[in-house]
């Protein structure tokens, strides 16, 4: 039997900062309110002309580096993002031809902030099956180009970045489930428009955060419970949450339903704010580098966005 595991990880965060402070001038907010909101101290903002699949090529590369994987040698890129470079072709297959690994099928799916998670399934799937063996796992965004800059309620929330993931055939489970959700009827609470729909004329983020923040809450408590449960996993077996960055509030709850003090919870909100599909794998690869995830350790990983889309899995490192 053909199990997935991370054999890499990297990630990718543009150089220029924008602080709290830097949008008190921007818009009527505070460093307070941010941060008493939201744990939000700063967020990273892609420079003039840099892409998401810019981004996503130094993340994937430094994620095969981990591994010790040539890029030809990739033979599968399943790629998140809501901030596509362009319409077609897809930022999987931009990457593609950067990374020199002709032939591979590669795509991207636009499931906001759980896309690197629904990227994650599917990776896992191909490798279980033998049809993939190298598998790139994406997040990527850059959030900055579709929020609206005066908006106060959105602006201090979103960061642009990049993150990766390798997966390789293995004996054992690495990635041991992933449980994939979406409910479309909640549409109208975040959304974006810009697509070809013309009626929607907005094409920036919107989002009722106070409704968002709820249904999160209740969502991602269920989603947890679900892993642990179709695993038999007992809440004290795990070793680390690895939870979307969206809000440290949020994260707290969902720390507290888990009986898992903050110390085995991994946080990069306060750095990167909200990257949505890059939020996961950037705050993974984050506490690997930094010796904190360590290999064998047990990993719940969960993420929520708009649609609604969530999901959630548990991962052996
Ligand atoms: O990644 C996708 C999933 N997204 C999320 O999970 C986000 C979920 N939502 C949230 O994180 C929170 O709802 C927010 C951080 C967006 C907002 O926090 P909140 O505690 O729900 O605040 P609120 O929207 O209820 O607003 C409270 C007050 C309002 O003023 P009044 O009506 O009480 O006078 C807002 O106008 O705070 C005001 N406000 C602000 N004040 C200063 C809203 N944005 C700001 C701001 N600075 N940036």
Redesign the pocket.
Known sequence: MIHARIAGTGSYLPQKILTNFDLEKM????DL??RE??GIEQRHIAADGETTVDMAERAARAALDMAGCRPQEVDFIAFGTTTPDMVFPNCGVLLQARLGCRGAPAFSLET??SGFMYALSIADKFVRTGEAKRALVIGAETLSRIVDWND??TA??FGDGAGAVLLEPADSPGIISTHLHADGTYRNL?YCGGGMDLSQTRRTIA?S??E??RV?VGTLGRAIEETLRANGVERSDLNWLVP?Q??LR?IQATARRLDLPMERVITTVQEHG?T?AASVPLALDTAVRAGRIKRGELLLLEA???GFTWASGLVRY
């Open positions: 818009v009527d907010t505070s309110w941010i909101r939201t906001a902030c106060r309620s201090v929330l975040l989002m955060g106070n968002v923040f999160a979307h969206a809000n949020i909200n949505s929520f966005g708009g």
